[in-house]
């Protein structure tokens, strides 16, 4: 049996907050979305420190700071106008497309 990707309420580019977890409260962009295991990567959330080896001439080696990923579930999505957390409602159009809309304020989110 083969399992369906499921689809993340958030997409790459939107803002979140996060809302469990060590990082809660923490806002940021986010960088990369992987729907198949239901994670995403957020700008400043989830540090971990990475042992990297140099691998071309120029390239320096050592121990850097990048974002891991996290489930999509621990974020909800923040609407650029009202600045508040929401829960995103979908407006179908005429032609059949869907828009996601903000709960609070009713403002469309640019897809």
Known sequence: ???KAKKLHVRKGDTVEIISGKDKGKRG???AAAPKEGK???????MLTVHVKPRG???PGG?????GAI???????????????????HKILDDGSK???????EETFND
């Not at 121990?63 to 974002?67: H, N, Q, T």
């Open 40 to 46: 995403i990567v957020v700008e400043g959330v989830n």
């Open 57 to 59: 001439a120029g390239e």
């Open 29 to 31: 962009v986010v960088l």
């Open 1 to 3: 049996m083969v399992k």
């Open 63 to 67: 121990i850097i700071k990048k974002e």
């Open 71 to 89: 489930y999509a579930s621990k974020a909800m999505l923040v609407c650029k106008k009202c600045k508040k957390t929401t829960r995103i409602s």
């Open 99 to 105: 828009l996601r809309v903000c709960k609070n304020c």
